[in-house]
C-alpha cells in the first residue's frame, strides 16, 4: 500500500486506507514499547526516532518525545506525510507558506492542536501543515507513527530546514508568522 502511495499518492482510496493501517498500529506491533519504556526517564531529553522501513521511496519510522521534548519547526518540502500518535499527547503547530523570504517564509497558520492515540492521523501535504514543530507534553511520553512519502533527499532538493518563529508580519490587513531558517 505505501509503495502504491509513493508511485501516486493521490488515487482515491489509497490514503484512507493507509489511515486505516495506521489506526490499527500499536508499538508492539513495531517493536518500540521498550524504546517508549526508557524514555520515561528522560525527562527534557532530546526526541529520536526508530526507523520501520527505510526505502528509496518512501520511510516509515516511530518518534519518541521524552517528556517536554520538542521537534522544532521544521518543513517536508513537496512530501506527503502521515503522522499518527501511538502514545501520550503531543502539540503539534502547523504552517503553511504564503511567501517566501530572503531567509524563510512568511507563513499562516493551520493547526495547533493536542493529539492523542484516538486523534485522525494527521495527513501532511506540500499544501497544509508542511511545516510544523511537535511538542511532547511534560506529563507523559509520546510517540507517534510517521510515513513520508518521498523521504528526506537532499541530493534531490528534499532536505529538512529548522526554522525560527519571530515576530508576526501583516499582509493586506492579515497578521502572519515570520519564519526565519535556523543556523
Known amino acids: 500500500l505505501v509503495r502504491q502511495l509513493a508511485r501516486d ?4 482510496g489509497r490514503s484512507e486506507a ?3 493501517v495506521l489506526d490499527a498500529l500499536t508499538l508492539d506491533d513495531l517493536g518500540v514499547r521498550g524504546a517508549v519504556r526508557r524514555a520515561w526517564a528522560m525527562r527534557g531529553a532530546q526526541w529520536f526516532s526508530h526507523p520501520v522501513v527505510t526505502d528509496a521511496a518512501f520511510h516509515i519510522d516511530v518518534f519518541v518525545l521524552p517528556r517536554g521534548a520538542l521537534i522544532p519547526l521544521h518543513d517536508h518540502p ?11 499527547t503531543p502539540r503539534v503547530r502547523a504552517f503553511h ?6 531567509r524563510g517564509w512568511v507563513a499562516d497558520i493551520d493547526y495547533d492542536k493536542v493529539l492523542t492515540p484516538d486523534s485522525e492521523p494527521l495527513v501532511i501535504t506540500p499544501e497544509r501543515g508542511c511545516l510544523h514543530s ?6 507523559v511520553v509520546s510517540a507517534f ?6 523521504p528526506y533527499d537532499e541530493a534531490s532538493g528534499r ?4 526554522y525560527v518563529e519571530g515576530k508576526p508580519v501583516t499582509r493586506e490587513g492579515k ?9
Open 18 to 20: 493507509l489511515v486505516k
Open 78 to 88: 513537496g512530501m506527503r506525510v502521515w503522522l499518527r500518535v501511538l502514545e501520550g
Open 97 to 102: 507558506p504564503v511567501e517566501r523570504t530572503p
Open 134 to 139: 511537535v511538542h511532547g507534553a511534560w506529563d
Open 175 to 183: 497578521a502572519y508568522a515570520h519564519l526565519t531558517r535556523g543556523e
Open 159 to 162: 532536505g529538512c530546514t529548522y
Open 9 to 12: 499518492p493521490l488515487p482515491a
Open 145 to 150: 507513527i510517521d510515513v513520508s512519502i518521498p
